[in-house]
């Protein structure tokens, strides 16, 4: 096998992860962040930033990830 310039022979191609759906996303910080009614930025500083609770912020990083394992299963 050659390589060209820029080549790695330790890199493997693999397909990009799909995206989550934005709806499933405002779902879920709806859920946890009842203030937010957009992910879109809306540059006013009290429509895009957000007062939240760390305990809040775990709650919904861990919906999303349990989400995200669940699509990947369904492959």
Do not use: C
């Amino acid at each position: 096998m050659q390589l060209s310039p820029g080549d790695d022979a330790m890199t493997t191609k693999t397909a990009p992860a799909k995206a989550p759906s934005e709806a499933l996303l405002l779902e879920i910080a709806a859920r946890h962040f009842h203030t937010i009614e957009t992910l879109e930025t809306r540059n006013r500083d009290r429509l895009d930033f957000h007062d939240v609770a760390v305990w809040a912020i775990r709650a919904a990083l861990e919906e999303a990830y349990a989400a995200g394992v669940a699509a990947a299963s369904k492959r």
